[in-house]
């Protein structure tokens, strides 16, 4: 699994050592989160945007994208469902099996943001979608948080789709509930960093045996 990537020359080089790796290991399950922007802004040098098009996308088996990393990796412009369907529909066909829209805006509140997820084997194209809660803070380290999640349950229950996003974001969001109830308690709230910083520890047990609150509808 590889995240966010600063350098163009560090990520040329990963996409040959994935190469490598796949040509010694062709059973080898390579995860990209392409860590590039979000809100319309890049974090990233605008270099990197085509070398994880051509070099880095075509060899990932799952990628985890939020919406606006999606549209600079397909020049979709994503305003509907039918848009991110087309979006998810345009890696498919470059060949990757699985991409999940990590988040997007495009709920039909203000409350929730959702998460949709395509997965494509054998012929047969399974797309399912979640309704994630918004809470009112900025959290560091929660896309990689969902990558870690998303790549471990996809392993523990055999490519397992709607589980996997299931499992992921129902842990994901207990972990940043606990976070969030407990800088609003304390000096600084949620402005505070040291606040908010992800309560891993205190929240073991969700992420070994989350309770399931967030649940998929099946897409057609």
């Not at 085509?50 to 990932?60: D, H, S």
């Not at 809660?133 to 990558?147: M, Y």
């Amino acid at each position: 699994m590889t995240g966010y990537v600063g350098n163009e020359s560090f990520l040329e080089s990963i996409s040959q050592v994935i190469k490598t790796i796949k040509d010694e290991n062709p059973g080898a399950l390579y995860h990209c989160d392409p860590v590039m922007g979000d809100n319309g802004k890049l974090y990233v040098p605008k270099e990197l945007v085509p070398v994880y098009r051509n070099q880095i996308i075509p060899i990932a088996d799952v990628i985890t994208p939020n919406q606006f990393e999606l549209e600079l990796l397909t020049d979709i412009k994503i305003n509907s469902e039918s848009d991110a369907i087309k979006a998810l529909e345009a890696l498919h066909e470059i060949g990757i099996e699985t991409v999940v829209i990590t988040s997007s805006n495009l709920a039909d509140s203000d409350s929730h943001l959702v998460t949709y997820a395509s997965s494509r084997a054998n012929g047969r194209t399974q797309r399912i979608k979640l309704l994630v809660p918004k809470l009112k803070a900025i959290f560091t380290g929660s896309g990689d948080l969902f990558a870690a999640l998303f790549m471990a349950w996809f392993t523990k229950t055999n490519k397992d789709l709607k589980t996997t996003c299931e499992r992921t974001l129902s842990t994901l969001w207990s972990v940043l509930n606990r976070t969030y109830n407990y800088a609003i308690q304390q000096t600084g709230g949620v402005e505070s960093y040291s606040n908010i910083e992800l309560r891993l520890i205190q929240s073991r047990a969700d992420l070994e045996n989350p309770n399931i609150t967030i649940k998929a509808i099946d897409l057609k």
